[in-house]
Structures are given as C-alpha cells and as structure tokens.
C-alpha cells in the first residue's frame, strides 16, 4: 500500500507522535497519535469517505477542519463523528456509513448530570481571534475558558508556512504556526485561562448560560458565563460545475491541513480554482510538498492576490489563466482529470476554449462564509453582507453585538485576514474584562484604543475598500 506520508519538506518538520493501529471497517489502519484519523486514512490511500444519501454517490474530504459533514463516520460505536477533529491516539474502531446513521448501542452519556462551570469570559474558537482574546482578558483578571473543537488550539494559524507581513507587534516576518505557538504558549503561561478542546458549543441561552458536549470526556458541560465571544471562525464555499461531488475535489484550505499539519499529500497533480491569496499561497505550498500544480483559473479578468504571489508562481512555470472557470471534473469514484474554460466579460463561457488537464486534486479558493450559526441561535441581529462574506452579526466598533453580553471576533463577523482577527479578539476581550470590572481599568481602555487605532490603520489601506464598505452596514453606534 502506497504511504502518502510526505518525508521530506523545505520548512515543516512532522512530530507525529507514537506509531498507533485502528481498524477500519474491519481492516487494521496504521497511523500516528497526533494525526487526526482522516489524515491517517488519507495516508493510506483511502479518498472515499462517505456516500450522499440521494444519489450514493462516493464522497471524499472537503474541509478538514469540522465544518462539514464529508467525513462522517461511526467511531468507537458513536455515529456521526467528524474524523478530521479526532485524534487517532484516542481510536480502537472506524466504520464508514453507507447510509443514514443507527442510534449508538448504548448511550453516549454516562448519565450524570452535567458538569457545572462558571467563568468571567467564555471564548468560543481557539483560532487567532479567539487566543487574542484570552490573552487580553486574562492580561487584565479575569478568569477565561477557551472551548474549542478541535484537539488542539490555534485555528488556521497552526497551517499557515508563509511569513506574515505587518508591523511587528502583529508578528511580522513570522510563519503563522509559529505564531500559533507562540500564542499558545502565552495562554499557556497565563493561570487565568484555561482551555478544553474536542468540545462542541451546541446553545447560548438565557442569562448567557451556554451548552456544551465535551466528546474526549463525553459528558455535558453548563457554562454560566459573565461574557461570551464568539469567534468561530469561516467554512470554505463551494462551487457549482459537473462532478463537483467526487473525491479529490476539496477546499484549499482542507489540502493545506493535509499537507502542513500532518505531513501528508492531498494529491500528485493538482488545479487550483481562484487566484487570490488563499489560492496563490496554497498552489506554492503544493508545490513544495511535493505536488505538480498544473495551472490555477481565476473567473474574474485580473490576479485577486497579492503580485509577490503571482509572481513567484509564474517564476516555476505555473500558468494562471484569468477570465477561466472550471467546467467539469472527470473521474468515476475519485478525480481524474478536468476541463476548464474561457468565460466572457459577462461569465459567459466560450464554446471553443475548453482545456483538459490529468489531475487527481482541484482545490477550491473561492472565498470563506462566516460560521455564524451560533449568533443567530443566540437571538443577535443579524444581516446578510457581502463584502464580508455572508451572514454576520449587527456590533458596534467594540466587537458587541446586540445581545448584551455577547461579542464576535474574527472571521466570524466578516471575512477579513489574521492580523485584524487577532486585533478584533484583543479589542472584545477588553471590552469584557470592562464589562465585568467597570471603568476601573484605565491601561485596558489605552490598550483597547491603541487596538482600534492599529485596526484602522490596517483597514485603511486599498485592499480593505470592500471590506469597510461591508462594515459600515453592520457597526452601530453604542
């Protein structure tokens, strides 16, 4: 069987634990403790994950980061786990559903009541906004707790190889895994914080009492919370051609998870579908894992990205064909190959122009969509935004939203980029520090307007017109 275990990477070293077995569907899985279970199959060579229940069509992986349902599987006798959130250290028995899921056996709760925990700051999402949060908060007493998803903190952040630009109070010239660490080790080294991970927030109800189901432990968990934030983060969006369902076809960010933090290849030959950042940064990543990146289409007529990008791509020999889109993927049970064409001024397409490629991976770079479903099962005021990417939530300048207590931070309120996620997490885990302790603090009212000052430089510049014309339509004033 063929390891898709990359061996050899220019920047990235791979600590991947203790050598671990599991079964799947009955037959035994190597794979690493510190690899999620996907990625572990993955490395085998296992692209088929799941089947759409309509049509029983093969399913393969699509996020990676536990937003979708692509990956859904029984494990350990529970049904409907994400396997890219579970570690395989903690894994006996992987099956796959072919259908809808059957109830577990037994229950998945031991039956006691749930465990009661009170805090000054709950922060939903341990991605840059949330960290800085924590930190900010904490910096200033009070007493947080961190509930993430995930088995481990950081966000985005622990995938990201490139060197950030900025100012260096923001970690200029730093790759974004090291500054997930670093930021880690802040919370780490701060005993007012605390963090649980693979710990699912599923409510925020009255008196800001939250629900959560804590899978590691299984048991339930009641948050009684003074303030709450919510920074969970954005999903990958979609796009719609011929076969945009097989195996092999998955967002970029879900190929930088595989190749970057576990050390494995999404693919051999790959197309990318969008020419900004995300898609020009990822396209190089590929390459230096390991991956033949044969062209990237962008739809609109010019480069999204930044010039440096583009330019180091085209110095390889990586074609970039503006004014594209995709039309088809080829393939029966995994990709195999794919079309794009021509499209007008109009997005029309262009009988004629059509380009066939030999690839096993398309990665889609076609934006991000807030994850904002918690906000508005909270009763927040919501509105749809498309400069900021979709649904956000109504706040004002500090990060509160219309529910009196509860703040956003991140790409949750709008899609924008790390440095001003980090700065929205610091400016909402001031104002709740504020919240609870009154006007008493005055270095945490300088701080936060050093903060919103830092934020309005950053957003002045020409790249964010689009975005301050989303944010004057959700900032109120209070």
């Known amino acids: 069987m063929k390891n898709y275990r990359i061996t050899e990477h220019p920047i990235l070293e791979f600590k991947r634990g203790k050598k671990k077995t599991f079964t799947y ?8 403790e510190n690899e999620s279970v996907l990625a572990a199959l993955y490395a085998a060579g296992i692209r088929v994950f799941s089947k759409s229940k ?9 996020c990676m980061i536990g937003k979708c349902s692509s990956c859904l599987m029984e494990v350990d006798g529970v049904p409907n786990v994400r396997i890219c959130t579970i570690p395989v250290k903690d894994v006996k028995n992987v099956k796959s559903q072919s259908e809808l899921a059957n109830p577990p056996a037994t229950s998945s709760f031991p039956g006691n009541r749930p465990a009661n925990i009170n805090v000054d700051v709950l922060i939903v999402g341990g991605g840059p906004a949330g960290l800085f949060a924590a930190i900010h908060a904490g910096k200033y007493g009070a007493n947080v707790l961190i509930v993430d998803d995930h088995y481990f903190l950081g966000g985005q952040l622990v995938k990201q190889t490139h060197k950030f630009f900025g100012s260096r109070d923001l970690f200029s010239g730093i790759r974004g895994f090291e500054i997930a660490k670093k930021l880690v080790n802040q919370i780490e080294q701060n005993s007012n914080v605390q963090a649980v991970t693979q710990t699912t927030v599923f409510g925020i109800y009255d008196g800001l009492t939250v629900g959560a189901y804590d899978h590691k432990n299984r048991r339930l968990l009641k948050i009684k919370a003074k303030q709450v934030i919510v920074a969970t983060g954005a999903s990958e969006n979609y796009l719609v051609f011929e076969n945009n369902d097989l ?11 595989l190749m970057n933090v576990y050390g494995v290849k999404p693919g051999e030959r790959a197309l990318i579908v969008g020419a900004g950042n995300v898609g020009l940064i990822v396209a190089y990543q590929l390459m230096q894992a390991g991956v033949d990146v044969v062209a990237i289409v962008e739809a609109m007529p010019r480069i999204g990205g930044y010039f440096v990008h583009a330019a180091k791509l085209r110095r390889y020999g990586v ?14 049970n995994y990709v195999e190959g794919a079309t794009i064409i021509a499209i007008d001024s109009r997005f029309n397409e262009i009988p004629g122009s059509e380009k066939y490629f030999e690839v096993d991976l398309i990665c889609l770079a076609v934006g991000l969509n807030p994850y904002s479903q918690l906000l508005a099962q909270a009763g927040c005021r919501m509105a749809y935004i498309p400069e900021l990417g979709g649904l956000v939530p109504l706040r004002n300048k500090y990060q509160e939203t219309t529910v009196s207590g509860l703040l956003v931070a991140g790409d949750v309120s709008g899609i924008e980029e790390a440095s001003t996620a980090m700065l929205e997490g610091g400016i909402a885990g001031i104002t709740a520090i504020i919240n609870i302790r009154g006007k008493k603090l005055k270095d945490a009212f300088m701080d936060r307007e050093k903060m919103l000052a830092k934020l309005e430089e950053i957003r002045s510049g020409p790249v964010f017109e689009r975005i301050r014309k989303g944010l004057e339509k959700v900032i109120v004033s209070g």
């Open 54 to 62: 309509v049509l029983g069509n093969p399913r393969g992986a699509f």
């Open 247 to 257: 195996p092999g076809v998955m967002g970029a960010g879900a190929a930088q998870t």
């Open 319 to 332: 074609p970039i064909y503006t004014s594209h889109t995709i039309k088809k993927a080829h393939g029966k």
């Open 25 to 32: 569907n009955g037959e035994l899985v190597e794979g690493y």
